[in-house]
């Protein structure tokens, strides 16, 4: 069997920036259990399946795909960087026609559509509530140590803590933190927590991002993802209150980086913006 196989930098213009997803194209359904095995096999923070609804579906010219995302180690229900990974795929190298394509999920239907050089993701908006830090004491601990916390959130829905540190940190101190996410699993023993995100305001002296982050998730196989956009359907919700702003330039500070343009819409989603960088084209055979 051959599967088509892609490599996309996702929320970069640069080839080995970004965040890197696979992107399979599937013809026909998988057997359940070759899904994990493929994503394994890949070890990227994400592999995605596009695959068709219907046997009449084409890649070049349908407007409607399934989509999964799976982790090296279990499936995800909602992937912003490997949905603009695929969308890439369909546009840039399958030459789909349609200007808007819509992927159905285990988040509901997603839209990607063109807009200049970018795709942009339109995405569910999560809330956060605030976060007794007692509860959550030992994994903040293990992650940033003495730093000052100037708030905490966490968002029911994507089970993320976000952790926001003081204004007085420099961009800098949030880049060179050094994190041991494996240390993680063993502070945070509830189950509550499937994701950690490390927040900044921005400073607009600089290039003029909003907000700074870094995104942790060994809780799914991931010690740090370079760029997500999952994380910031939820930071997108807290920043725009913070700030009183509805378009906002977020960069995640990982050692390969990647910038998310963000618009929160009046019907209470959030339209994510990035580019694309092609790197590997080739088949699975199996």
């Not at 394994?40 to 596009?50: D, G, K, P, V």
């Not at 740090?224 to 997108?236: C, I, N, R, Y």
């Not at 929160?264 to 092609?278: K, Y």
């Amino acid at each position: 069997m051959h599967v088509p196989v892609f490599t996309v930098d996702a929320f970069t213009d640069q080839p080995f920036a970004g965040n890197p997803a696979a992107v399979c194209l599937l013809e026909k359904d998988l057997d359940e259990d070759l899904h994990q095995k493929i994503a394994a096999e890949m070890n990227l923070s994400e592999t995605a399946f596009i695959r068709k609804l219907h046997p009449g579906d084409d890649f070049s010219k349908s407007s409607c795909f399934g989509l999964r995302w799976f982790t090296p180690a279990n499936e995800v229900p909602l992937c912003g960087h490997a949905t603009l990974a695929s969308a890439a795929v369909l546009f840039h190298i399958q030459k789909n026609t349609n200007s808007v394509l819509t992927f159905v999920t285990l988040s509901g239907e997603l839209k990607a559509r063109r807009v200049k050089d970018h795709i942009v993701l339109d995405l569910p908006l999560y809330t956060t509530c605030p976060q007794v830090l007692q509860e959550v004491e030992e994994l903040i601990k293990a992650a940033i140590g003495d730093m000052i916390v100037q708030d905490l959130r966490y968002s029911p829905d994507t089970r993320k803590l976000l952790v926001r540190l003081s204004d007085t940190y420099e961009r800098s101190v949030l880049e060179e933190l050094k994190v041991s996410a494996q240390r993680f699993l063993s502070a945070e023993k509830t189950g509550k927590v499937k994701g950690l995100i490390l927040t900044l305001k921005g400073d607009s002296s600089g290039k003029g991002h909003d907000f700074y982050s870094r995104y942790f998730a060994p809780w799914n196989g991931i010690l740090e993802d370079p760029v997500t956009g999952s994380a910031h359907a939820v930071l997108s919700s807290y920043w725009s209150e913070q700030l009183g702003k509805k378009e906002m330039l977020a960069f995640q500070c990982s050692r390969r980086g990647g910038e998310l343009k963000i618009s929160l819409r009046g019907d209470g989603r959030v339209d994510i913006a990035g580019q694309t960088a092609v790197v590997l084209k080739g088949n699975l055979t199996f």
